[in-house]
Structures are given as structure tokens and as C-alpha cells.
């Protein structure tokens, strides 16, 4: 018997590091079909075989031109190209960017890669193609809570910013089916609170998950 959320609308993972893995487990445990797309096919097809029969492994470009709403879990350095790169297959969908612009530093720790006030979320929306939606969403916390997290009660809140909001219904059933509490925290310009340092990201002011009573606290 199909269930309800495999009726839903398809969504595509791209990049298989541990956020797009986490994500991709987690949407097929609550019964999401998920495409997985990788640039190690390899790596795309074994991910497959163990999340079952609601995970296919295909190529990126046809992993894109499958779905409606694409997930690229990819480093932010690589984001840009990948836009200009895929432009034609990405017109008219909805991108979702969970990544963070910071790399190692000298200490063990991280730092930002981009100016102090300037976030991933209006870095990449300068190269969206055309009439193609995007969604800072995903990335608010590290990808070992993002898992342990999961289906949690009451639910855990993960924090999301976009400027088409004709596409929130699909953005908070994404989430609710990634086992989250979704919270739009408004328009694409609020991105930087959601990002590494923001107030609203676990390696940032929040420092956790939260519930969504504690979010009028924040």
C-alpha cells in the first residue's frame, strides 16, 4: 500500500557528504521517496541499496530534471559553478541551500570565508537560474543533531529563510517529513541568522536545538 508521503513530490539529494546522507535517511525513514545524485556515482548507488526502496541513485543532472525540489548538500565553494553549471536543468525548481561559507582555521576551530555580514543565502541568490526558487533551509544544525534529533517529541524546530512564499506549504511539509518543526524566519535576506555564527544556528548565538516553544524566547 502507498502511503500519503510517497504521493508527495520527489526530492533530490545532491552531494552525499554527512548533511545530504543525514537528510536522505531521514526523509526515507519517514517515508519520503528521495533521488541520490553524488559525483561518486558509487557512493550514490551503496547509500541506496541501504535506505531501501524509497531511495533511487541516478545522475546529477537527471536526479534534477526528476524532482521539483533539490537539495544541494555540496560545500558552499562549490555552489556558484554548480548554478551556472546545471542552469538549464535548475530553471523553475526549488533549490534548497543548506550550506555554511566557513572553513578550518589554524586553531582547530572554523572561520568565515565571506565578509562578516554577508551571507550564502544572498551570495548564491545572485546566480539562481532563471524563475527557480531558493530556500536557505537544513543547515541550522550540525549533522550529528540533524540525525539524533529527528522525530523527536515534542519536534525540534529547524529555522528557514526564502523570498517565494507561494512555496512555504512545500518547505514545512519537507521538513516536518525530515521528523522537524519547520520555522520560516522570513525572506532570503534573514539568511545569515541561520548560518555557522547566526543567532539562529547550533554553532552559533542558539548553541542547540530548541522546541517550538522556546522559539518567541530567541
Known amino acids: 500500500m502507498t502511503s500519503e508521503n510517497e504521493k508527495k513530490p520527489k526530492v533530490a539529494i ?9 537528510v536522505a535517511a531521514n526523509l526515507a525513514r519517514n517515508n519520503r521517496p528521495v533521488i541520490l545524485a553524488n559525483r561518486t556515482s558509487e557512493k550514490a548507488t551503496k547509500l541506496a541499496a541501504k535506505l531501501g526502496r524509497l531511495a533511487r541513485a541516478t545522475d546529477i543532472a537527471s536526479a534534477i530534471m526528476d524532482t521539483e525540489i533539490i537539495v544541494l ?16 536543468e535548475l530553471q523553475g525548481k526549488i533549490i534548497i541551500d543548506p550550506s555554511n561559507p566557513i572553513a578550518p582555521d589554524k586553531t582547530g576551530g572554523f572561520t568565515k570565508t565571506i565578509g562578516e555580514n554577508e551571507s550564502a543565502g544572498i551570495f548564491h541568490s545572485a546566480y539562481l537560474p532563471k524563475e527557480s526558487k531558493l530556500v536557505k ?22 529555522f528557514y529563510a526564502n523570498d517565494e512564499t507561494s512555496i512555504n506549504g512545500l518547505i514545512d511539509e519537507l521538513i516536518r517529513d525530515c521528523g522537524f518543526e519547520p520555522f520560516r524566519v522570513g525572506s532570503i535576506d534573514q539568511s545569515i541568522r541561520l548560518e555557522v555564527f547566526g543567532e539562529l544556528h547550533e554553532f552559533g548565538a542558539l548553541g542547540k536545538a530548541v522546541t517550538l516553544s522556546d522559539v518567541p524566547k530567541l
Open 137 to 158: 533551509a537544513l543547515g541550522t544544525l550540525g549533522a550529528a543533531t540533524l540525525e539524533n534529533a529527528s522525530n523527536q517529541k515534542p519536534a525540534k524546530v529547524l
Open 14 to 22: 545532491i552531494g552525499l557528504g554527512n548533511i545530504g546522507q543525514v
Open 73 to 88: 548538500a555540496i560545500w558552499f565553494s562549490e555552489i556558484k559553478d554548480f548554478l551556472k553549471k546545471y542552469n538549464s
